[in-house]
């Protein structure tokens, strides 16, 4: 069995058939310092290259060839790319009040962030003769721009999605730029999310709403729907609380992760999708899915969330039990991906496949899943214990970096002729311009939404904003984490 990234990658490169994981069966494969100059099976593997894309000329070119279509016009943004259609290649756009509208944004201060802060191993030097990427100051005002029409959002009360919308992108901005609106619009979301907790069901209320063909709730005075996605709002209040010194959403935040726990964790560690509270006593009325392939089954991007949402709880709370929650739902998670004989999960590991059609995959639970694994990684190996999961993240992101990009992207500069007293007629580079390629907007293929059969629309193996939101944060993550230069192409 392979003990190491080198090993196992050296397994994926030979065949995408059913084979054994490098997870399997033990969990001491990595080793438990995830800072060390060398990192087991990483350095001295011939074929890191595989993860160059996490860094490519092709992934920044992605982002920016969307942003700057947006830069001369007299006004900011309003509609933001979510997803494009199957078959298609261009970004279907939503209004800036959706719930994923904060997800491209946020890309572009990832982007920024690798200029601020790892330039030297990522920034061609303007002298190289390489291919040019945006410029630190074009990239700050994109960001800029990009945003400016988003901070109302975070007085949005009939949402429970304010770190979704808010988070990636303003607190980006105020760790990178100390940009004190940024900073507002973050407490402000908050304290507007903490608004919409239920002491009796010891949760943040998620939707409204919810209609589909087999089942409708349109009164949240007889209902208390709540979501396994609300996870990854909690970070938003865990960290409000500090800089408020608020005891009050620090609670709230612990309340809904421990009757999450209770509610929406399986015996097996698989999860429930939604769950439906009676609001005037904290009892269950009733479990259901609204994304995935059927009640009791594993919808494989809910699963993700939970890995991802009880880690970023456990980092605030250091409640060991949120910890052991985040561990099980991974396990839980790749014993069923193992069963896929593939490094990319299927969008509902429940959910039939034959011979004459294929189960689609789900590339945004891949990525939000490897997100989690390696901040799971990391909090072990804080603690002196070894971890597979650091394996295993590779292992997926590997996978999707084979399969799963779309056509690549390239920046394109022409030289303009510029006339000077001093020197006459001489030439220097002229625009900067992103030649899209025949593929899809986004960096990643092969994500879906919503397959659910009773769904009011659905969408399968296509293009997706937090797809390669989180793509781009791995990469970022992995940084951080001492890992990532090892797979930069020099």
Not at 125 to 135: C, E, K, M, V
């Amino acid at each position: 069995m392979p003990s190491s990234f080198g090993s196992f990658i050296s397994l994926f490169q030979n065949c995408l058939q059913p084979l054994k994981m490098p997870w399997s069966k033990k969990r001491a494969v990595s080793s438990p310092t995830d800072n060390d100059a060398t990192v087991p099976g990483v350095q001295d593997h011939a074929h890191t290259s595989i993860l160059a894309c996490l860094y490519s000329e092709s992934t920044i070119a992605k982002i920016w060839g969307v942003a700057e279509r947006a830069l001369d016009k007299s006004t900011p943004p309003t509609l933001y790319p979510e997803y494009t259609k199957p078959g298609a290649t261009a970004y279907v756009y939503r209004e800036l009040d959706f719930w994923t509208s904060g997800f491209f944004p946020g890309s572009l201060y990832l982007l920024l962030e690798r200029q601020r802060k790892y330039a030297r191993v990522l920034s061609p030097s303007p002298y190289s003769g390489l291919s040019q990427i945006p410029h630190p100051l074009q990239l700050q005002y994109a960001c800029e721009w990009w945003t400016h029409n988003l901070h109302q959002n975070a007085h949005l009360k009939t949402t429970h999605d304010l770190s979704f919308m808010i988070s990636p992108w303003a607190r980006k901005a105020w760790e990178l730029d100390h940009d004190q609106k940024s900073y507002e619009s973050l407490l402000t979301a908050a304290q507007t999310l903490g608004s919409r907790y239920n002491e009796k069901v010891g949760c943040l209320r998620s939707w409204d709403t919810c209609v589909t063909k087999k089942y409708s709730f349109l009164d949240p005075t007889k209902d208390f729907l709540v979501i396994i996605d609300n996870m990854l709002n909690l970070d938003l209040l865990f960290w409000a609380s500090v800089e408020l010194r608020s005891p009050h959403l620090y609670n709230i935040a612990k309340s809904h992760a421990q009757s999450t726990q209770r509610h929406l964790i399986r015996p097996d560690s698989s999860t429930f999708h939604v769950v439906n509270f009676d609001q005037a006593t904290g009892t269950v009325k009733a479990k259901f899915t609204n994304q995935g392939y059927s009640d009791s089954s594993s919808w494989s991007r809910g699963q993700a969330w939970a890995i991802t949402g009880f880690t970023q709880t456990y980092s605030w709370t250091r409640d060991v039990s949120f910890l052991s929650t985040a561990r099980s739902c991974a396990d839980y998670f790749l014993k069923r991906l193992e069963e896929t004989g593939t490094g990319i999960p299927p969008w509902d590991f429940d959910a039939p496949s034959s011979e004459n059609e294929q189960r689609p995959s789900d590339t945004s639970a891949a990525m939000i899943a490897c997100y989690g694994l390696l901040m799971l990684h990391r909090a072990l190996t804080s603690m002196g214990q070894a971890s597979p999961y650091l394996d295993a993240a590779l292992y997926i992101l590997s996978s999707v970096c084979a399969t799963q990009l779309s056509s690549p992207a390239r920046f394109v500069t022409r030289k303009v002729e510029v006339e000077s007293v001093e020197h006459g007629k001489s030439f220097e580079d002229g625009k900067l311009v992103v030649e899209m390629g025949d593929g899809e907007e986004t960096i990643l293929k092969g994500a879906t939404i919503n397959n659910y059969e009773f769904a009011p629309r659905r969408w399968a193996n296509h293009g997706l904003v937090y797809a390669d939101y989180y793509f781009l944060a791995v990469g970022n993550l992995l940084l951080e984490m001492g890992i990532g230069e090892e797979f930069i192409e020099k």
